[in-house]
């Protein structure tokens, strides 16, 4: 089975969430890089703003076709309880070339939010895994058992 992780990251964290379900599947990976610059509070404040409204951003052109994998990993740091913009816009963008999904969302506070939801409507379809990490957990061994039931549940899949 070929499986792409695409991932937008702003911090770093969901990256490196990223890399280690991408290790764990033996899977490529693919960043979704906004267009517009991403310093600074204005641009915070946007990127809030642009989560809020459901605005689709500019984002670089992917270089990986998610139509050529079996199934495609999006992950998302919660932006205000939603999918980062510029992950919508990739979504968005390539929802028609998904066979299947899993998702999963980074979060520095507490609680998901509507994240899966909004990209299970976004995709139109229902994932075959999901993962939720804290950032607190990402340094808990704890969060072990986690990253084995989402893939696991992606390899059986």
């Known amino acids: 089975m070929r499986i792409l992780v695409v991932f937008y990251s702003h911090s770093g964290r969901t990256r490196q969430v990223a890399a ?8 490529d990976m693919e960043e979704v890089l906004d267009a517009r610059p991403s310093a600074g509070a204005c641009a ?13 951003p500019p984002i670089e052109t992917p270089s990986r076709d998610p139509a050529d994998y079996d199934l495609v990993i999006l992950g998302t740091p919660a932006w205000a309880w939603r999918v980062a913009s510029p992950m919508r816009s990739y979504v968005m963008g390539n929802v028609l070339r998904f ?42 061994p704890t969060q072990q058992e986690p990253f084995q039931n989402f893939t696991k549940r992606l390899m059986s899949a």
């Open 20 to 27: 280690e379900i991408a290790r764990r599947c033996g899977a």
């Open 99 to 140: 066979r299947r999904v899993a998702f999963f969302c980074t979060q520095a506070g507490s609680g998901k939010g509507p994240v899966f939801s909004e990209l299970r409507r976004l995709c139109h379809q229902t994932p075959v895994s999901t993962l939720f990490v804290t950032e607190t957990s990402l340094a808990e």
């Open 44 to 56: 915070a404040l946007r990127s809030i703003w642009d989560s809020l409204t459901g605005a689709v």
